[in-house]
Every structure is written in structure tokens, then in C-alpha cells.
């Protein structure tokens, strides 16, 4: 029993990728849903802008993803109106790892498990990436980072090799291109399409948005 609803919760087995260049940051993920070792959802956005300064990316259990999203946004909100200031990038960074870090922690049948890339843009025109892995732990990134995703083997290699530092915007795109068609063609969790989103002090651009579609080519013999 414990099996069958383990492989009928909805999972984002993912690659979510975060690289940091030296005029703001890059964010991608594909687009992939799965249940067990079923595609439930092949265009479903796992990077998302919550608000005026933050991108977000997830991978783990879907609600619970959902949910986490949703009270990110809810909480910042009331801190920012009782405090009368728009909260950091390291406090929404912090307040994801807390929430992470109390959720698996609580005695549940089905124990929520999700691993967040958050970056975005402070009111002095930084630029900030973290990562909050799993269990709750909140780290800065300085390079890059793949969470906890099914596809991170197949792209820490590749970005080990070609990541510089002081990367442009324009170079961290087509960096996350290639790490993302690393992924999609040896992952099983991850593919169908991907969205790459470029937070500078000028504010939040979705800079890539699109579906992969199967397409049938017949050989012809030579």
C-alpha cells in the first residue's frame, strides 16, 4: 500500500538550474510531471515569478510545491506590511528554508519534500541566488546550483567545465540551454520543455519559453 501511493504522488523529478553572471542571474527548469514512472503533465511550469522581485524553482512533491509557493507569497506580503519594507532576497531565502525545515519534520503519513531554488533583486539593485535543499538548510550560491533534481548529475558536470566567472546574462542563457539539453536527453524525470527566466536590477525577464513537441523522421536507407 505504502508503494502504490508513493508512486501516485505527482513528482517534478526536474532539473532546475540557477547560474549566477556577473550583471544578475539565470534561472531555468523544464516543464516535466511525473507519477512513479508515468509523464502525468508534460507543460507544466516549474519557474515561476511569485512577485515584483523573485523567481522561484522547485523540485519534489508537486502540492506541496504548490503550497509552499503560495505561502511564500502570503508571508512575504504580511512582512512587508508590518514592517513598512520590502523584505530581502536572504530573508525570503531564509523564510523557505524555515517552512522546508519544519515540514519534513512534523509527523505526517506523506512527509512534504521540496528542494527550492529562490533568487531575485534587492531594492538596492543586488542581485541574490540561494538554494534550500530538501531538509532545510539555506545555502548563497556564487556560481551555480541544481538543487536536488533528478537531473543534477547530468548537468554539474557540464557546468563545472563551463562555467566562468563573470559570465554575462547572454552567456548564462545559452549555458542553462545547453545544461537543460544535457538533462532532458538522459533524464528520465525531466524534459518536454523549458523556461529561463534573467533577474538584474533592471527587474525580471522570461527570456525563453518553450515546449519540446515529438516529431516523427523517417530514414530513408542510404
Do not use: H
Amino acid at each position: 500500500m505504502d508503494a502504490e501511493l508513493k508512486n501516485s504522488i505527482l513528482k517534478t523529478g526536474t532539473t532546475v538550474i540557477g547560474i549566477t553572471c556577473k550583471d544578475g542571474i539565470v534561472m531555468a527548469a523544464d516543464r516535466q510531471v511525473t507519477a512513479g514512472n508515468i509523464v502525468m503533465v508534460k507543460n507544466f511550469r516549474k519557474a515561476s515569478q511569485i512577485n515584483d522581485y523573485l523567481v522561484v524553482s522547485w523540485t519534489g512533491s508537486l502540492a506541496d510545491a504548490l503550497m509552499l509557493t503560495k505561502l511564500i507569497n502570503a508571508e512575504l506580503r504580511l512582512k512587508e506590511l508590518k514592517s513598512k519594507k520590502r523584505p530581502t532576497v536572504k530573508e525570503a531565502a531564509n523564510l523557505v528554508a524555515m517552512i522546508t525545515f519544519r515540514n519534513i519534520r512534523q509527523p505526517s503519513m506523506i512527509p512534504s519534500i521540496v528542494g527550492t531554488l529562490i533568487g531575485g533583486f534587492n531594492e538596492d539593485g543586488t542581485t541574490e541566488l540561494y538554494s534550500i535543499e530538501p531538509s532545510g538548510s539555506v545555502l548563497k550560491v556564487e556560481d551555480y546550483d541544481a538543487n536536488f533534481g533528478s537531473g543534477m548529475p547530468y548537468v554539474l558536470g557540464l557546468l563545472e567545465r563551463q562555467y566562468k566567472k563573470d559570465l554575462t546574462i547572454e552567456e548564462g542563457i545559452e549555458l542553462a540551454i545547453e545544461a537543460l539539453k544535457s538533462s532532458t536527453q538522459r533524464d528520465v524525470g525531466s524534459g518536454y520543455g523549458l523556461d529561463i527566466f534573467t533577474i538584474t536590477k533592471d527587474g525580471i525577464k522570461q527570456v525563453i519559453e518553450q515546449e519540446i513537441i515529438p516529431q516523427y523522421t523517417d530514414r530513408k536507407a542510404a
